[in-house]
C-alpha cells in the first residue's frame, strides 16, 4: 500500500496523473454520455467543470476544503493560479506538504474547514472559486463533529462582501438531510434568501454563480 501511495504521488506531482486518469476513465466518459450524463461523473469530467468555471469567470484564485491526496489540487496548481487547501486529516495534510512542497503558489491549511475557512475569508478581497469537498468518506479521512462542515463554509462564503465568487458543493448526492447534511431543498432555498448567487446543480455539483458579474 506504501508503494502504491508513493507512485501516485509521484504521478500527481509530475502531472503524469491526469492524462493517465483521462485515459483510464475514457470507457466510463462514454458510458456517463451514452446514459444521458446521469450519475456520477467521473474524475476528468469535474476537473473540466472547476476549468470552466475559472475560465468563463477570469479567476485566478481557487479555494479547495478537502485536500485528501491532492489529486484535484495539483491538477490546478500545475496551472499556477493560486490555490489554498483545508484539511482536517494530519496524515493527510502532512503528504500534501511533501507532496506540494516546491509549489511556492499552493498553500495548506490543517484543521477543521467550518473554523479555518472564515479566518481565510478575512485574507480575501477578490473574486476566488471555492470548492467545497471536506467530507468524511472513510479510508484515511478525517471527521469532526459531522460528516461534512458543508453549511458552515457555505455560510461564512455568502457572508463574506466579495459577492462575485464561484462557489461548486460537490457530491450533490449526498445532501439528503442525513449526516450533518442539509436537505439540497432546503441549501437551495438559503441561496434564494441571499440574493448574491443563482444555482443550479449538474454532473454531482451544486454550481453557485454571482448573479452580477462586475
Given at each position: 500500500m506504501q508503494?502504491?501511495?508513493?507512485i ?5 506531482g ?5 492524462p ?28 473540466m ?12 484564485n481557487?479555494?479547495?476544503?478537502g ?7 495539483g ?8 490555490c489554498?487547501s ?16 516546491a509549489?511556492k503558489?499552493v498553500r ?12 481565510l ?8 472559486l ?5 467530507h468524511?468518506?472513510y ?12 453549511s ?7 457572508n463574506?462582501p ?5 462557489i ?14 442539509p ?11 441571499d440574493g448574491s448567487?443563482s444555482?443550479?446543480?449538474?454532473t454531482?455539483i ?9
Open positions: 508503494v502504491k501511495s508513493q501516485r504521488q509521484f504521478l500527481i509530475s502531472g503524469l496523473w491526469y493517465l486518469s483521462l485515459l483510464r476513465n475514457i470507457p466510463a466518459i462514454f458510458h456517463w454520455l451514452r446514459s444521458g450524463c446521469n450519475g456520477l461523473a467521473p474524475d476528468p469530467v469535474k476537473l467543470v472547476i476549468g470552466a468555471y475559472l475560465k468563463r469567470y477570469s479567476i485566478d481557487f479555494v479547495e476544503t485536500t485528501h491526496v491532492g489529486k484535484t489540487l491538477y490546478f496548481a500545475k496551472k499556477g493560479i493560486g489554498t483545508i484539511e482536517l486529516s494530519q496524515e493527510l495534510y502532512q503528504t500534501a506538504c511533501t507532496l506540494f512542497k509549489r503558489n495548506l491549511v490543517q484543521g477543521d474547514s467550518s473554523q479555518r475557512l472564515p479566518e475569508l478575512q485574507e480575501i478581497n477578490i473574486p476566488v471555492f470548492w467545497l469537498d471536506g468524511y468518506s479510508g484515511l479521512t478525517a471527521s469532526a463533529e459531522t460528516h461534512t462542515p458543508v458552515a463554509e457555505l455560510k461564512a462564503i455568502l463574506h466579495v459577492k462575485q465568487h464561484v461548486l458543493i460537490d457530491d450533490a448526492r449526498y445532501f439528503d438531510g442525513t449526516n450533518g447534511y436537505h439540497l431543498d432546503d441549501l437551495l432555498r438559503v441561496i434564494r434568501a448567487y444555482a443550479e446543480v449538474s454531482d451544486i454550481r453557485l454563480v454571482p448573479r452580477v458579474v462586475p
